[in-house]
T-cell receptor, first 116, second 116 residues
């Protein structure tokens, strides 16, 4: 079974400052990792995903994440945030089961609030 | 190109009533996933359906909950005899194929169910 832990439920940060949202996972098999963003009153939108290859993954809106297998982490970063980045961010893990993935396991979310 | 459409966006039910949540997947998508988000928690997988078939319902509560995805029309998540603990946001996602690793799942805006 897999699980995802997002260590911070709330992250306030000033505009143009860097931010890191932390995510740790556990899984007994090979994993595939995702970050989703949820703006107020909207559905989840995929930010980026790690399937294989380079451990540094670049996504939309200037976000990037680094897969660290030894630390079982997949932290999300942005060098300079904007007010419009205020949203809830979810880390998720998917595992390949018998050739297809049936579901994603989500963390509890991190509310990023960008302050002027 | 409409995204995943869920309705209603907000639903209030009294204890003991039935709740019906509808999800219309993106055009061309034949795979639907339902997730539940309890307050202060991440999304939890409930059920995965293809047209006219339930593929994986390992996350569905054993009683009162059912789901269908008929040949024509939206997918329906049905909760009978609702209780206060059913209050949550229910999200639907769709994908064109079965594999959620290489294919992005698109999420709807969710239905927020409140049981009073």
């Amino acid at each position: 079974a897999q699980s995802v832990t997002q260590l911070d439920s709330q992250v306030p940060v000033f505009e143009e400052a860097p931010v890191e949202l932390r995510c740790n996972y556990s899984s007994s098999v090979s994993v595939y990792l995702f970050w989703y963003v949820q703006y107020p009153n909207q559905g989840l939108q995929l930010l980026l995903k790690y399937l294989s290859g380079s451990t540094l993954v670049k996504g939309i809106n200037g976000f990037e994440a680094e897969f660290n297998k030894s630390q079982t982490s997949f932290h999300l970063r942005k060098p300079s945030v904007h007010i419009s980045d205020t949203a809830e961010y979810f880390c998720a893990v998917g595992t390949l089961l018998s050739g297809s993935a049936r579901q994603l396991t989500f963390g509890s979310g991190t509310q990023l609030t960008v302050l002027p | 190109n409409a995204g995943v459409m869920q309705n209603p966006r907000h639903l209030v039910r009294r204890r003991g009533q039935e709740a019906r949540l509808r999800c219309s997947p993106m055009k061309g998508h034949s795979h639907v996933y339902w997730y539940r988000q309890l307050p202060e928690e991440g999304l939890k997988f409930m059920v995965y359906l293809q047209k006219e078939n339930i593929i994986d319902e390992s996350g569905m509560p054993k009683e009162r909950f059912s789901a269908e995805f008929p040949k024509e029309g939206p997918s329906i998540l049905r909760i009978q005899q609702v209780v206060r603990g059913d209050s949550a946001a229910y999200f639907c996602a769709s994908s064109p194929v079965r594999n959620l690793i290489n294919t992005e799942a698109f999420f709807g805006q969710g239905t927020r169910l409140t049981v009073v």
